[in-house]
């Protein structure tokens, strides 16, 4: 692991597996790598990732994220076999599909996932989107079907109907510990009162344009540790063109504090997240710039501060599950308050 990397710990919720690098103790959980590498892509993405995850091996990265969606985890998979990285010192999550939450798919969906892996555990399997969809088959080309509105439409699976077979993977030894993805804080507590095993994180869109302070400050509070996806504020993001608003990368708070440290804007916005105290996983295919993202450097809370007042009035979420899957997936309510 790349030495200087900071750790934020998480829970590990099985005590079948043996002491483990990432492993600060079983009861207490994993020390685990806060910057990660992210495998999600497009349609070439299984090709490049498995190139650029020996790449990011031999840079240190020991924290590995993927899902069933991505069509990464084969890729990811035999390029850490093909490393001779020892499996017991990379933490890979992966996820549960909207289509695979009635609980007789849950086991099928993460014994796919395992397969596809190579592995015999998944250490942290989380569930992807806080909604389900009807189920058509694990084939890939019927994971996201829309009707003829461009919509998916939900049906009524209970969460912690599926989290109770989740609960399940973790008591049988396939998987060591059990997350969600895309939770509000409401969905976090019903969850919390209900599960015999919490969530040990919960993997969200943060970057200055949407800092998502609220759930930040829940989550330690809490012991539910986050991971930052879209770190860099997604900037092919189509809004920013259309209403003239900077990307991200070109806000002048993080131009300024690049200049302050020497560091490109990628890098002061991923330390940044770092410096708030959560995992965030960027994404590149590119050498120079893998290598480039994992080097760690502490920010002054001023310039912190900075880039947090970004997205404090005006947020910007860019991945909008109303755009990407229809307007009966609007699980943030976001779109009924514009209405």
């Not at 609960?167 to 969905?187: H, P, Q, W, Y």
């Not at 002054?300 to 501060?305: N, P």
Request: hydrophobic fraction near 35%.
């Amino acid at each position: 692991m790349a030495a200087n990397v900071p750790t934020i710990k998480v829970g590990c919720h099985s005590n079948k597996f043996s002491m483990h690098i990432c492993v600060l103790d079983e009861e207490v959980g994993y020390d685990l790598p806060m910057i990660g590498y992210g495998t999600f892509g497009g349609a070439d993405a299984p090709h490049l990732v498995h190139d650029a995850v020996k790449v990011a091996l031999q840079c240190g990265y020991r924290h590995f994220d993927t899902a069933y969606l991505y069509q990464t985890e084969r890729s990811l998979g035999d390029a850490i076999r093909e490393s001779g990285v020892p499996r017991e010192e990379v933490f890979v999550t992966t996820k549960l599909w909207q289509t695979f939450k009635r609980p007789e798919h849950v086991r099928p969906a993460c014994q796919r996932s395992l397969e596809d892996l190579g592995f015999d555990y998944i250490d942290m399997y989380m569930f992807h989107w806080p909604m389900a969809w009807e189920f058509h088959g694990f084939e890939h080309d019927k994971i996201q079907v829309k009707d003829e509105n461009n919509d998916i439409k939900c049906i009524d699976i209970p969460i912690i109907d599926t989290w109770r077979e989740m609960e399940k993977l973790v008591k049988d030894g396939l998987v060591r510990s059990i997350g969600v993805a895309n939770f509000t804080i409401e969905m976090l507590e019903e969850l919390i009162s209900k599960a015999e095993i919490p969530p040990a994180m919960n993997q969200i869109e943060i970057h200055p344009s949407l800092p998502q302070e609220e759930m930040v400050n829940w989550g330690k509070k809490n012991n539910v540790a986050l991971t930052a996806f879209s770190p860099l504020g997604n900037p092919g993001f189509s809004w920013y063109a259309a209403t003239g608003h900077s990307k991200t990368l070109e806000e002048p708070a993080v131009l300024k504090a690049a200049e302050k440290y020497n560091k490109t804007p990628v890098q002061i916005l991923i330390n940044w997240g770092v410096a708030r105290g959560y995992c965030v996983i960027p994404k590149s295919v590119t050498p120079e710039r893998i290598k480039a993202n994992i080097e760690y450097f502490k920010m002054d809370d001023e310039d912190v501060e900075e880039i947090t007042k970004i997205g404090r009035e005006h947020p910007v979420r860019t991945c909008d599950p109303v755009l990407m899957f229809g307007p009966s997936n609007d699980v943030f309510g976001e779109h009924k308050k514009k209405a």
